[in-house]
C-alpha cells in the first residue's frame, strides 16, 4: 500500500498548487474516504478537506472557498486545487486513506499516509 503526493512547492501569496496523490492499486483508495491532511511547524495535525467516494467533499472553514479535493478513481489519484494561498497555509500536505468508506476529520480513522510534500507561502 502506498500513496504518493507530489505538486509541493514555494509561491508567494494568491497563488495557485495543484497536489496530486497517487495511490497504488491495492490501496483500494476508491472504496474509502481520502483526505488532506497538513501539519505547520510546531503545530498539531490538522484536516483540510475530504472527498468521499462518490465524489462529495467537504473542506475546514479555514480553507473554505479556497482549497477543493478530487479524484479520479480510474487513475487511483486524489488532488487538492488550491487557489488564493496564504501564508497561513504553509504547511507540510498529507493524502490519507480512511478505514472507512465514510469521511471524519480524525487523523486516527485513517489507516495509510503518504510522505507529505511541502507547501510554502510567501507575502
Known amino acids: 500500500v502506498q500513496l504518493v503526493e507530489s505538486g509541493g512547492g514555494s509561491v508567494q501569496a494568491g497563488g495557485s498548487l495543484r497536489l496530486s496523490c497517487a495511490a497504488s492499486?491495492?490501496?483500494?483508495?476508491?472504496?474509502?474516504?481520502m483526505s488532506w491532511f497538513r501539519q505547520a511547524a510546531g503545530k498539531r495535525l490538522e484536516w483540510v478537506s475530504s472527498?468521499?467516494?462518490?465524489?462529495?467533499?467537504a473542506s475546514a472553514q479555514s480553507v473554505k472557498d479556497r482549497f477543493t479535493a478530487s479524484r479520479d478513481n480510474a487513475k487511483n489519484t486524489l488532488y487538492l486545487q488550491m487557489n488564493n494561498l496564504k501564508p497561513e497555509d504553509t504547511a507540510v500536505y498529507y493524502c490519507?486513506?480512511?478505514?472507512?468508506?465514510?469521511?471524519?476529520?480524525?487523523?486516527?480513522?485513517?489507516?495509510?499516509w503518504g510522505q507529505g510534500t511541502q507547501v510554502t507561502v510567501s507575502s
Open positions: 490519507a486513506r480512511a478505514r472507512f468508506t465514510y469521511c471524519n476529520d480524525s487523523p486516527a480513522d485513517y489507516a495509510y
Open positions: 492499486p491495492n490501496t483500494y483508495s476508491s472504496s474509502y474516504c
Open positions: 472527498i468521499t467516494t462518490t465524489g462529495g467533499s
